[in-house]
């Protein structure tokens, strides 16, 4: 069965600084899909950022850039130039089939101003 | 993407009673889901609801508590049976493949807060 594992629940950053969320998986699958999902206080899920695992690229989207490791199993996300509105909790989660995503317990972000 | 809403957004029922939660999205969508996110937690599947025949449910989740229709490719409700306090959660609706994309990305509902007293 697929994990995710997100091993800090809380993190803070000064506003217009950088950070990392960090994210593992396992896995015996070799196409699959990653992703980072926020969710701000208003509790709606907003898609950050997604991979395809056959991608060596590493998917960025504006301020939101991940590393993924595959042979590590590692899916991080670098946040940059945070904002107050990026206060959140992100969820890592795993697809390799289209009905079994599986999310991560997720990391609560704090950008202090 | 696509718009998708719930009703009610929010609710406080009373234990022993049922809650029907009503998923809406402006678009055809391939495949329709139900998360249950427990306070403080991260997001669980209940089923994946299917059009025109039953739900298919994770382990953990049956059909007697949480039954699931899908009439129609744009619409989906969720039924909270014989609620206890434990049932007191947000509930989302998700989906996959708007209007018949290929595509992996998967769109959530704004959730419905229960409260079971």
């Known amino acids: 069965a697929q994990t995710v594992t997100q091993s800090q629940p809380e993190m803070s950053v000064q506003e217009a600084e950088t950070v990392t969320l960090s994210c593992t998986y396992d896995?015996?699958?070799?196409?699959?899909?990653l992703f980072w999902y926020k969710q701000p206080p208003s509790r709606q899920m907003i898609l950050v950022i997604r991979q395809e695992a056959y991608k060596q690229q590493n998917a960025t989207e504006n301020r939101f850039s991940v590393n993924f490791q595959k042979a590590a199993k590692s899916f991080s996300l670098k946040i940059s130039d945070s904002q107050l509105g990026d206060t959140a909790m992100y969820f890592c989660a795993f697809m390799a089939t289209l009905n079994d995503m599986r999310f991560g317990a997720g990391t609560r972000l704090t950008v202090k101003p | 993407s696509a718009v998708i809403s719930q009703k009610p957004s929010r609710d406080i029922c009373q234990r022993g009673t049922s809650l029907t939660i009503q998923c809406q999205v402006d678009?055809?969508?391939?495949?329709m889901f139900w998360y249950r996110q427990q306070p403080g937690q991260s997001l669980t599947l209940i089923a994946t609801?299917?059009?025109?025949?039953?739900?298919?449910?994770e382990s953990g989740f049956v059909i007697d508590k949480f039954p699931i229709s899908r009439p129609n490719l744009t619409f989906s409700t969720l039924t909270v049976s014989n609620m206890s306090p434990e049932d007191s959660s947000i509930y989302l609706c998700?989906?996959?493949?708007?209007?018949?994309?290929?595509?992996?990305?998967?769109?959530f509902g704004p959730g419905t807060r229960l409260t079971v007293t």
């Open positions: 609801a299917n059009q025109g025949s039953e739900a298919t449910y």
């Open positions: 678009s055809q969508v391939t495949m």
């Open positions: 998700s989906v996959i493949g708007v209007a018949g994309e290929l595509s992996y990305e998967q769109y």
């Open positions: 896995t015996s699958e070799n196409n699959y899909y």
